[in-house]
């Protein structure tokens, strides 16, 4: 009669004739009957009176909550019970486990920790030195504790290489809140969208330019358990570079070495071509290629045999750039913008004694944040003059 709920009943006894619920039933040559009168005359048996043993909701307590916060308490409450996972009681916001509820290495697996889901910030585009990456926290209303999140980044030379990782790992809680850490990496915590959400973010100042990074997160509960790592990959901008400052290398390596100049001056045009950053001598290559001859076959004027070797060994340096990068450097121009971006910054008001032990949750570590401005700069490349 009400949608989502169960009875259960036990027939005793014999059903008066004015309960229309009743089912009155009487057997007569095998035949059952319904809607008759208790008649003994007539071979018929009284009906047994339904006595109500049980009546179930068998619909989730939260979904008859129409506050929404209310409603995610309750679920969370009732997601509780479930990640025992009939191996342990709920007490209080704690899994209690059972024996058998022990993962091999000792520790309770009764109440599991979710995957947090690392992901690139949507306020920082990746520039040729800078990532930014942010998470929401996994630490439910009631359940297991998040104590840490550990973050490892590497710099992978090859993409098919070897999962091991041999780059710099951080401890949110001991390195970056604690700034431990490079001044590099800062970290920080925001609340999110929802309701007792939180949001962390970790900004990485210093990578390589034209670079391929792996990033991998997971969360560490008060317990030690590790939760599943999150990953994202991702390649870093091409190199800045200063193109009025290449185009007029490009003119003085044409005097130096064209001209009726003596092997010092053509030294030192070859010495400038082995001073500057690949990526600036790739963009000097370009003027020149634009301007003059076809750069590399210079007209060595003096004497020197070594000539063509050393054109090849300045040649050989714009190889370390990627081919992506080689073909936005020969655009027709390229221009220099700086872009000003906030973000969040996070230190811990008390320190974490060092332990074997492990701690309880993030949320109840004091820390204070402000927000802070970055400046970001970035290279348009087009094949039309920008104004």
């Not at 999150?230 to 130096?256: G, Q, W």
Request: proline share 5%.
């Amino acid at each position: 009669m009400v949608n989502g709920v169960e009875i259960r009943c036990e027939e005793k006894g014999s059903c008066p004739a004015g309960c229309h619920l009743c089912h009155h039933q009487a057997v007569m040559g095998g035949v059952s009957g319904r809607g008759r009168t208790g008649n003994s005359r007539s071979g018929e048996q009284p009906s047994p009176i339904p006595v109500l043993l049980e009546v179930s909701r068998v619909v989730p307590l939260y979904s008859l909550v129409q506050d929404n916060v209310t409603k995610e308490a309750f679920k969370s409450a009732t997601m509780s019970s479930y990640w025992c996972a009939g191996k342990g009681d709920v007490i209080d916001n704690w899994c209690r486990c059972d024996l058998s509820a022990f993962s091999k290495d000792g520790l309770p697996n009764c109440s599991p920790l979710r995957q947090p889901i690392l992901h690139l910030a949507p306020y920082l585009e990746p520039s040729s030195t800078m990532v930014a990456l942010e998470w929401m926290d996994v630490e439910p209303l009631i359940g297991c504790k998040v104590s840490d999140y550990i973050i490892q980044h590497k710099r992978v030379e090859d993409p098919s290489e070897a999962e091991v990782y041999t780059g710099e790992v951080l401890s949110m809680m001991d390195d970056l809140f604690a700034g431990l850490g490079s001044s590099c990496v800062v970290a920080g915590k925001r609340a999110g969208d929802h309701p007792h959400s939180m949001l962390y973010s970790v900004v990485f100042k210093c990578l390589e330019p034209d670079s391929l990074y792996k990033f991998t997160l997971h969360a560490v509960d008060s317990r030690g358990s590790h939760s599943e790592s999150s990953f994202v990959s991702v390649r870093t901008s091409c190199p800045m570079v200063d193109d009025s400052r290449a185009e007029e290398i490009a003119d003085k390596v044409y005097n130096l070495y064209n001209g009726y100049t003596s092997g010092k001056e053509q030294q030192m045009a070859y010495n400038t071509l082995m001073e500057i950053p690949p990526p600036l001598l790739c963009r000097v290559q370009h003027h020149y290629n634009s301007h003059y001859e076809k750069f590399g076959d210079f007209v060595w004027r003096s004497e020197d045999e070594l000539g063509p070797r050393k054109a090849n060994l300045i040649l050989h340096r714009v190889e370390k750039i990627s081919h992506y990068c080689r073909s936005l450097l020969r655009s027709t121009h390229i221009q220099s913008r700086t872009d000003t971006m906030a973000y969040v910054y996070c230190r811990s008001e008390e320190g974490r004694p060092p332990s074997n032990t492990w701690h309880g949750s993030l949320h109840e570590s004091r820390t204070t944040c402000m927000e802070k401005l970055i400046s970001v700069q970035r290279n348009t490349y087009s094949n039309t003059k920008l104004r």
